[in-house]
């Protein structure tokens, strides 16, 4: 049977309520006590009284009055037994007082404890982070505040991002390390058998070399493009952009690559003005377009899009007829060094940074990398650009009064600025 869990109170209300609670118990106990032992010490009193003055006193209980002689005799008796009985309530108060005041303390004590250890156990799993041991998870519990519930989830949140972030860290390591191996090995052997004269030093051979020499540098700057995206300084030169005309730039000069794979270019530019550093779209729909030569070539077929939405975002989308994106892509494309080709051929592999490099950029203008396979078959990657947020854009505008204004004349944003978001 499921216990039903409770909806955790805010610290403050917790706090205030335990303390409420302790004040009326300890002035409970405490009034409880004195009344029963006044009774008591009224009853003894009562018991103690010689005959006369016994009935005079239950006569004035009762609303009677009793005689001069019995009510005379009933004070002086009262007054000699009222020093030693006005002590003993002095003393029951101070008893009482430290009674309640000794449970109110146990109980608080346990009420305390119950609140802090979560917190303890937070302590123990964020001592287990600094030692490198990122498993470490505390486990929710349903007697916890409300902030401290909120910290346990935010800390297992971390915790399972660093531990994530280690795994794809050891991957990454592996893969440069696989992505590097290849080319400087053949770098290496080739140079070394120059210098002891097994390989002539003919133009066919250094111009292998220079291949090689190329794909390191592709490696090393997707990999510095990475590096950017993640201290979020990748995004350098924002300016107004239509990128019909960037992508249209693109295709022009991608167009010997798409010819070579025997292609059929078909577009559908339109106007799509936005706030972005057009050297990095250039570089994020040249990738897409290289992965789409490599891997959709079967289809022979490509279609270019842009498009403004009515929210001043900006899609760019590439369709193809090839064989499409794996079932299981979702779960593997974000990971950089990725291919479709399991054999991790560079030949038709590439680097595997590509995707990762173009969802960096799209993330960096504010937007994401969408992939999904065509109903009737092909890829469909959609870039999302978002605009400027208004701190951003002051910024920019800052920085266009300083270095000058750059206009684009088929672009609304490059003539009148607009509105923040």
């Given at each position: 049977?499921?216990v039903?869990?409770f909806?955790?109170?805010?610290?403050?209300?917790?706090?205030?309520?335990?303390?409420?609670?302790?004040?009326?118990?300890?002035?409970s106990?405490?009034?409880?006590g004195?009344?029963w032992?006044?009774?008591y010490?009224?009853?003894?009193?009562?018991?103690?009284?010689?005959?006369?003055a016994?009935?005079?006193?239950?006569?004035?209980?009762?609303?009677?009055?009793?005689?001069?002689?019995?009510?005379?005799t009933?004070?002086?008796?009262?007054?000699?037994?009222a020093?030693?009985?006005?002590f003993?309530i002095?003393?029951a108060?101070?008893?009482?007082?430290?009674?309640?005041?000794?449970?109110?303390?146990?109980?608080?004590?346990?009420?305390?404890?119950?609140?802090a250890?979560?917190?303890?156990?937070?302590?123990?799993?964020?001592?287990?982070?600094?030692?490198g041991?990122?498993?470490?998870?505390?486990?929710?519990?349903?007697s916890?505040?409300?902030?401290?519930?909120s910290l346990?989830?935010?800390f297992?949140?971390?915790?399972t991002?660093?531990?994530?972030?280690?795994?794809?860290l050891?991957?990454?390591?592996?893969a440069i390390?696989?992505?590097?191996?290849?080319?400087?090995?053949?770098?290496?052997?080739?140079?070394?058998g120059?210098v002891?004269?097994?390989?002539?030093?003919?133009?066919?051979?250094?111009?292998?070399l220079?291949?090689?020499v190329?794909?390191?540098?592709?490696?090393?700057?997707?990999l510095?493009?990475?590096?950017?995206a993640?201290?979020?300084?990748l995004?350098?030169?924002?300016?107004?952009?239509?990128?019909?005309e960037?992508?249209?730039?693109?295709?022009?000069?991608?167009?010997?690559?798409?010819?070579?794979?025997?292609?059929?270019i078909?577009?559908?530019?339109?106007?799509?003005?936005?706030?972005?550093?057009?050297?990095?779209?250039?570089?994020?729909?040249?990738?897409?377009?290289?992965?789409?030569?490599?891997?959709?070539q079967?289809?022979?077929?490509?279609?270019?899009?842009?498009?403004?939405?009515?929210?001043e975002?900006?899609?760019i989308?590439?369709?193809?007829?090839?064989?499409?994106?794996p079932?299981?892509?979702?779960?593997?494309?974000v990971?950089p060094?990725?291919r479709?080709?399991?054999?991790?051929?560079?030949?038709?592999?590439?680097?595997?940074?590509?995707?990762?490099?173009?969802?960096?950029?799209?993330?960096?203008?504010?937007?994401?990398?969408e992939?999904?396979n065509?109903?009737?078959?092909?890829?469909?990657?959609a870039?999302?650009?978002r605009?400027?947020?208004?701190?951003?854009?002051?910024?920019?505008?800052?920085?266009?009064?300083?270095?000058?204004?750059?206009?684009?004349?088929?672009?609304p944003?490059?003539?009148t600025?607009?509105?923040?978001?």
């Open positions: 049977m499921k039903p869990r909806p955790t109170l805010p610290l403050a209300t917790l706090t205030a309520t335990v303390i409420t609670t302790m004040l009326v118990l300890s002035v106990i405490a009034y409880l004195v009344t032992y006044s009774t010490l009224e009853d003894s009193m009562a018991d103690a009284l010689p005959p006369e016994a009935n005079a006193y239950k006569m004035v209980n009762e609303g009677r009055v009793p005689d001069s002689n019995a009510l005379k009933l004070l002086e008796h009262l007054n000699e037994q020093a030693p009985t006005d003993k002095q003393l108060v101070l008893i009482c007082g430290l009674l309640s005041a000794l449970v109110c303390a146990v109980i608080g004590i346990y009420l305390a404890r119950r609140i250890r979560p917190l303890e156990d937070l302590t123990v799993a964020a001592t287990s982070l600094t030692s041991d990122f498993s470490a998870r505390v486990a929710a519990s349903s916890s505040t409300r902030e401290v519930a346990v989830e935010t297992n949140a971390l915790a991002s660093l531990d994530r972030m280690e795994e794809r050891r991957f990454n390591n592996m390390a696989h992505e590097l191996r290849t080319p400087l090995t053949i770098l290496q052997g080739a140079l070394q120059m002891d004269g097994v390989f002539a030093m003919d133009r066919k051979i250094i111009s292998d220079l291949l090689q190329e794909g390191l540098g592709k490696i090393v700057e997707d510095r493009t990475l590096s950017l993640i201290g979020q300084k995004v350098m030169q924002r300016q107004p952009i239509d990128v019909a960037v992508v249209e730039t693109v295709l022009a000069a991608a167009k010997p690559m798409l010819d070579a794979s025997q292609m059929e078909e577009t559908g530019l339109q106007p799509a003005c936005i706030s972005a550093d057009p050297s990095r779209i250039r570089q994020a729909v040249l990738a897409v377009l290289e992965n789409a030569s490599r891997y959709a079967s289809g022979g077929w490509l279609r270019c899009e842009t498009e403004r939405l009515s929210d975002s900006v899609i989308r590439i369709l193809d007829r090839g064989p499409g994106f079932e299981d892509m979702d779960a593997i494309a990971n060094f990725w479709g080709d399991a054999s991790r051929s560079r030949a038709t592999g590439g680097t595997g940074l590509g995707l990762s490099v173009v969802q960096a950029i799209a993330t960096a203008h504010g937007g994401h990398l992939f999904t065509q109903q009737g078959g092909g890829a469909l990657v870039i999302h650009l605009p400027e947020s208004q701190w951003s854009r002051r910024a920019l505008n800052v920085g266009a009064d300083r270095q000058g204004p750059r206009r684009n004349p088929r672009c944003l490059s003539r600025a607009r509105q923040p978001d």
